[in-house]
């Protein structure tokens, strides 16, 4: 992201604009997203550490007003996610129905032309077990969670609500979780393209730990937020269990490397 970021500024200086929108409508859902969870996950860390969470020395009450307002300053994250949702339904549609050229950034969603191909149901169990494979999942599920949102801006309502109304209110829960979905797959992509091309002089070790971080945080993402992937039978819900299990076994291969603060996965330090 930041490498965009750098791209578009000199682009810019250019009074070249072409990349002004891309990193907009990720940045936005960006913001939406990990400004939100940093403030709930420093509350469940908070509770997690009991009493000693609550005290002065703990210095989470520090951490918890330094994120809090993040949520708001600098764009309400419902809004931001809105922005977000617009790009991806106008993109949604390019691909779908107009077959015109989609942003690089957008790439993948070029794929909703064969989304009805997508099925990992007779996958077996080492296939769940590679990184780029929960990449790929994660990108699906984005795609699903586009499409479906397609699809309630398509139908034929009975009560012909406007698009105003569609979009800002009777289906703006679906459209701000198809932003939550497609910022998971974004941040998955820059977080496997990061650790894929760490710098060949990086200590080999190091890069590993880079991937298994990756691993364990898509994991995490399967697991807690892509329900979509159920709902359409991309996967089995016995699948779904076997990246849940996988998850809690590289956290106990990795766990010995930090503190054991935080039984929020529910393992003994046995």
Known sequence: ??????????????????????????????KALFTTQTFEDIKILRECCGAAGFIRFGGFWKLHDTAAPNVTLEGDSIVMSLQTARALLKTGRKALVKDKKISKTLGYIEDLKRIKEFDFTTATPDFFDKEENLLELIKVN?????????MLFNKDDRHK???????????????????????????????????????????????????????????????????ELIEASVITPEQLNIIHENHLQDVRLLRPQFLPIVESAQISDD
């Open 1 to 30: 992201m930041n490498f965009q970021y750098d791209k578009m500024t000199r682009l810019v200086e250019q009074n070249d604009f072409s990349m002004l929108n891309p990193v907009h409508i990720n940045l936005s859902g960006f």
């Open 142 to 150: 984005a795609l699903l969670s586009i499409y479906n949102c397609s």
């Open 161 to 227: 609500e406007s698009l105003w109304e569609k979009f800002n209110q009777k289906y703006q829960l679906e459209i701000v979780k198809m932003t939550r979905d497609h910022t998971y797959f974004m941040a998955a992509l820059y977080f496997w393209n990061g650790a894929s091309k760490l710098p060949f002089s990086m200590d080999r070790q190091a890069k590993e730990h880079c991937r298994t971080l990756f691993k364990i945080w898509a994991q995490n993402t399967l697991v807690q937020h892509c329900n």
